[in-house]
């Protein structure tokens, strides 16, 4: 039985500027198991995004596979492999990525229009509308439900990016630097709440930061440096 939902090997990748090239992942295995949460810790620079995109199939790795949930990204044809990014893959990031003209159920729906056809949204629309407003209510945003982004607190804002990334029950979690751009207190809120989905609903997830501190909510940690992961 396969008890990974991500497993990553020998992956490579360098930038080339002009004549020279930063050589930023130089061979990193990282296996998570389903249910686990895993944190890369790495100073900035290091490559925690890099590495964070390739896993999440929004990039490709100069040498090496990823495969999710036990199948290898590399083999899948183009069309496959985004529907696995945006069906199996939540992402949410330092900066929220929020749409501003959208209120947040309608932020919090798009993973799930994007992925359907006109006649299947019509059809999902209804039951997804729910769903969303269920998240939104177990991260304490009922009263925000018709709310833009710009109405919302940092904390807010990037709650409603976590209940956007869950929506279409990915089988994976990834986070960039989520807490990067709040307060201590409130990141410390953002941690809790992906480890209560962690710990309630075994969602995986993958965490990379260059705070020490906000590993220790982690399963694992993983610890990223001159190109390589090391436990
Ligand atoms: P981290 O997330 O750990 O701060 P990144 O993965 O963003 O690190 O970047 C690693 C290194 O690669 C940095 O030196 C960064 O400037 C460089 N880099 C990242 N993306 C690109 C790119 N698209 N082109 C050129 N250099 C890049
Ligand atoms: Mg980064």
């Given at each position: 039985m396969n008890d990974l939902?991500?497993?990553a090997q020998g992956l490579t990748k360098s930038y080339h500027m002009g004549s020279s090239t930063l050589r930023v992942l130089r061979g990193v295995d990282v296996q998570v198991r389903k249910?686990?949460?895993?944190?890369?810790?790495?100073?900035?620079?290091?490559g925690k995004s890099t590495l964070l995109h390739l896993v999440g199939l929004l990039d490709k790795p100069d040498?090496?596979?990823?495969?999710?949930?036990?199948?290898?990204?590399?083999?899948?044809?183009a069309a496959k492999r985004n529907r696995v990014r945006c069906r199996d893959v939540g992402f949410v990031f330092q900066f929220y990525h929020l749409v501003p003209e959208l209120d947040i159920i309608e932020n919090v729906l798009l993973p799930v229009k994007v992925d359907s056809s006109v006649l299947a949204w019509?059809?999902?629309?209804?039951?997804?509308?729910?769903?969303?407003?269920?998240?939104l209510e177990s991260l304490n945003l009922s009263h925000r439900l018709g709310h833009?982004?710009?109405?919302?607190?940092?904390?807010?804002?990037?709650?409603?990016a976590i209940a956007r990334?869950?929506?279409?029950?990915?089988?994976?979690?990834?986070?960039?630097?989520?807490?990067?751009?709040?307060?201590?207190v409130t990141g410390k809120q953002i941690i809790s709440v992906l480890r209560s989905f962690n710990q309630q609903r075994g969602q995986t997830i993958l965490m990379v930061?260059?705070?020490?501190?906000?590993?220790?909510?982690?399963?694992?940690?993983?610890?990223?440096a001159d190109g390589r992961l090391g436990g």
């Open positions: 939902a991500i497993k249910g686990e949460f895993a944190v890369v810790v790495g100073a900035s620079g290091s040498a090496g596979s990823v495969w999710l949930d036990g199948i290898d990204a590399s083999k899948l044809p019509s059809r999902r629309r209804g039951p997804a509308r729910k769903q969303a407003v269920e998240i833009r982004p710009r109405e919302l607190s940092g904390g807010e804002r990037q709650r409603v990334a869950l929506i279409n029950n990915p089988k994976v979690l990834l986070a960039d630097e989520p807490t990067g751009n709040l307060d201590s930061t260059h705070d020490n501190n906000l590993a220790q909510q982690a399963d694992t940690v993983f610890r990223l």
